[in-house]
């Protein structure tokens, strides 16, 4: 969904690499997501935030951390990059008001950790 | 913490087939959602089913959630080629977590013309 932005799109790093991802939207919804993608496992729950003030850890958080920088910006940081972080890292985001709360992905960032 | 579990994983059919994808989950969900991801694409929203034993359609799809509310399941009759892709369900426990989903591994569909 272009109103969901990730940046960068493909990024190859070393292990031990600091590396941010971001992720901004121009839908105006409160709640934003960050999963990863792997061959088989399929989407998991890296930290959700339901508002800017309200991060929250989901199933696979070791490794990572997040910050709410405005309503509109959610980024994802790997501290210390090791291999088994190769994956696709997609943003979500919905919106509390909406019936279905359905949740509208960005992109994707292809992450390559050597 | 909630499991979703999805079967199978791979599905090869051929055009004019029909294609069915099961979503379990390990606890009472509130609702469950569908997306479909297009190869190379990103996963996109196609309906949520919220009671227990409901049925929707949407043209040649049929979605159902078990009375039990923890298993659903994707019906796609006479699958086109326009129907590759990956299905994945996603449940939500409700409560304060409402809007956190768990997803399911996914059914890669390939369909032959």
């Known amino acids: 969904d272009a109103d969901v932005t990730q940046t960068p799109r493909n990024r190859i790093t070393k292990t031990g690499k600091r590396i941010m991802l971001e992720c901004s939207q121009t839908?105006?919804?409160?709640?934003m997501y960050w999963y990863r993608q792997d061959p088989g496992l399929g989407l998991r729950l890296i930290y959700y935030?339901?508002?800017?003030?309200?991060?929250n850890k989901g199933e696979i958080s070791d490794g990572y951390s997040v910050s709410r920088q405005a309503q509109a910006k959610f980024s994802l940081s790997l501290e210390s990059a090791i291999p088994n972080q190769t994956a696709l890292y997609f943003c979500a985001t919905s919106d509390r008001w909406t019936f279905y709360n359905e949740q509208f992905f960005g992109p994707g960032t292809r992450l390559t950790v050597l | 913490g909630q499991q979703v579990m999805q079967i199978p994983q791979y599905q090869h059919v051929q055009e004019g087939e029909d294609f069915t994808t099961y979503c379990n989950s390990s606890?009472?969900?509130?609702?469950i959602q569908w997306y479909k991801q297009r190869p190379g694409g990103h996963p996109v929203f196609l309906i949520q089913l919220v009671k227990s034993g409901e049925v929707k359609k949407q043209k040649r799809l049929t979605f159902q959630f078990g009375e039990a509310k923890k298993n659903s399941s994707l019906h796609i009759t006479a699958t086109q080629t326009t129907d590759v892709g990956t299905y994945f369900c996603a449940g939500s426990a409700g409560g304060t977590s409402y809007g956190k989903l768990t997803f399911g591994q996914g059914t890669i569909l390939t369909v032959h013309p």
């Open positions: 935030s339901f508002d800017v003030k309200d991060i």
């Open positions: 839908k105006g919804h409160d709640r």
């Open positions: 606890t009472t969900l509130s609702n």
